[in-house]
């Protein structure tokens, strides 16, 4: 379907590299534009996006939550250990919640989400594309950017945050429960520390981060999918291809939101 | 701009039509029409271009170079709106059928409705009725297309293409991989359809008896462009050998294995 310049040249160029690249990018950016102009359109179709709310939002849960009681609780540990002779343990609650609500509590779960969301959307619609269900869907005058990715993406837009508030309390009580349980550090203790220096804005500056990780997860799975050929190993190259991409975009983006946000918005 | 039809205007005309796709080129200036009720049948061997000729004139591919005119619109031009007007209009039935997974048969079937017309739930049942009984397939709404044999899958895709009552159909390979009662039942349903309904087709297949069967004329696809074109007699007597070995299914010719 897309034939580029890049095709002509012999592979593992490093020009090939760069223009495919570019042109990945670019077309991202027109499927982009595409999901704001079906928009509208696209939300009216209510039991799609619930459904896809559930398979990303619910389905993703269990998986979060064991990913974020673990993510505290080894907060905790390598946190008291820095902090042994030097800092007083009642900064163990302000430290462990500040790097969940702040960093790891919406990085690790969209890292987390993407593996599984991000395979899934590219798989599913990888084999709808090589089956020729896409081309069956255009040629029957219904767009696959309104019926397959606007449900997606917003679906997985708004669960992201959802996600990551359940994986914030999670983390900060596999935290308290190892600190309480084996560092010798008491609830209230721990509980004090937390409430030290805690902001609001921290935690809506990981919710607002985690609205984009929901959108990067399933365009990219929407994008990769959609544009996979060639049977069985296609979708499977197109399944990598997104799963890899998020983790990148996800940290690349996390980076530049973080300037923005703690340099810019709340400096 | 899309002009409005003429009268003397065939519905479908293809005109040196040239696609690459990637370094490969697939069609070299190609040229075909289709005159309104005919059904044309394009045989040629697997991998000359067929299915993607047939995608150009439904608007999933754009020419290189040339133009595909389709009720006197050329449809790389069209708008996506215009474009929508005129597939309602079209219906297509792919190789593998293409039924929707995540949908029971009778939702594939009914979508075209539910998503084009505003006619009721009760009505749109109906019509899934008639369109499955019209290509024999009797109490499997509720079934999920992979529990459906390859027979059965094309035969409901075939109900789901009729749905919106086209006027031009395009089969890509309707017979391929079904059994010869079941290859049949598909061909006299098409030829039923075009004089019964008046439904312009092309159809693409390398089934000789199926080409027999449903074409007005047969064109055979070689190299990129139209090798020869005739009527079912004509291609039957054609001394022409290139066309000799591929209706008599010979690996002896100038055609040469790949």
Do not use: W
């Not at chain 2, 024999?136 to 094309?154: A, F, I």
């Not at chain 2, 598909?186 to 008046?198: D, P, T, V």
Request: include cysteine.
């Amino acid at each position: 379907m897309n034939e580029t310049d890049a095709e002509t040249l012999p592979e593992s160029t490093p020009f090939r590299f760069i223009l495919n690249g570019l042109r990945d990018t670019g077309e991202v950016l027109l499927l982009a534009g595409d999901v704001v102009r079906e928009l509208p359109q696209g939300l009216r179709k209510v039991p799609l996006v619930v459904q896809q709310m559930v398979a990303i939002g619910l389905g993703s849960m269990p998986l979060t939550l064991i990913v974020a009681l673990f993510t505290g609780a080894v907060a905790a540990v390598q946190a008291s250990y820095q902090f042994r002779d030097y800092v007083p343990m009642i900064y163990l609650g302000t430290v462990i919640g500040k790097s969940v609500v702040i960093e790891l509590g919406p990085v690790l779960t969209a890292l987390v989400v993407g593996g599984r969301v991000g395979a899934s959307i590219a798989a599913e619609l990888g084999t709808m594309r090589v089956t020729e269900q896409v081309d069956a869907m255009e040629t029957m005058g219904i767009s696959p950017t309104r019926y397959l990715v606007v449900p997606r993406v917003v679906a997985a837009t708004l669960m992201l945050p959802v996600l990551t508030i359940f994986a914030d309390v999670v983390a900060i009580f596999g935290g308290y429960m190892v600190a309480v349980l084996t560092l010798d550090v008491s609830g209230h203790t721990f509980t004090s520390g937390l409430r030290l220096y805690f902001h609001l804005r921290d935690v809506f500056s990981g919710l607002i981060k985690s609205v984009f990780f929901g959108a990067i997860i399933s365009m990219m799975g929407c994008y990769y999918g959609l544009r996979s050929e060639g049977g069985a190993e296609g979708v499977g190259v197109a399944t990598t291809h997104a799963v890899v991409a998020s983790c990148l975009l996800i940290l690349i983006v996390d980076y530049l939101l973080a300037s923005f946000l703690f340099r810019v918005l709340f400096a | 701009m899309p002009e409005s039809k003429g009268a003397a205007e065939p519905d479908i005309v293809i005109e040196s039509v040239s696609k690459r796709l990637g370094t490969k080129p697939v069609l070299r200036g190609i040229s075909l029409s289709v005159a309104e009720g005919e059904s044309v049948v394009i045989i040629g061997r697997s991998g000359t271009g067929k299915s993607v000729l047939l995608k150009h004139v439904v608007g999933l591919m754009r020419p290189d170079a040339g133009s595909v005119r389709v009720d006197g619109l050329e449809v790389s031009e069209l708008g996506t709106k215009e474009l929508l007007e005129l597939r309602k209009r079209m219906g297509m039935l792919f190789q593998g059928g293409a039924l929707f997974d995540s949908l029971s048969v009778g939702d594939n079937v009914g979508l075209p409705l539910r998503e084009h017309t505003d006619v009721g739930e009760a009505q749109v049942g109906l019509v899934v009725k008639e369109k499955l009984h019209l290509v024999g397939l009797e109490g499997v709404e509720e079934m999920r297309p992979s529990s459906l044999s390859g027979g059965m899958k094309k035969r409901a895709a075939l109900a789901r293409a009729l749905a919106l009552n086209p006027k031009i159909m395009l089969y890509d390979e309707p017979t391929t991989g079904l059994d010869p009662i079941t290859s049949d039942l598909i061909n006299r349903l098409i030829r039923r359809l075009q004089e019964r309904l008046g439904i312009t087709s092309i159809a693409v297949t390398h089934d000789m008896r199926s080409a027999y069967h449903i074409a007005d004329r047969i064109a055979m696809l070689h190299e990129g462009r139209i090798h020869a074109i005739g009527t079912p007699a004509e291609i039957q007597s054609s001394s022409d050998p290139a066309v000799r070995q591929f209706i008599e299914g010979s690996a002896e010719g100038p055609l040469l294995p790949t």
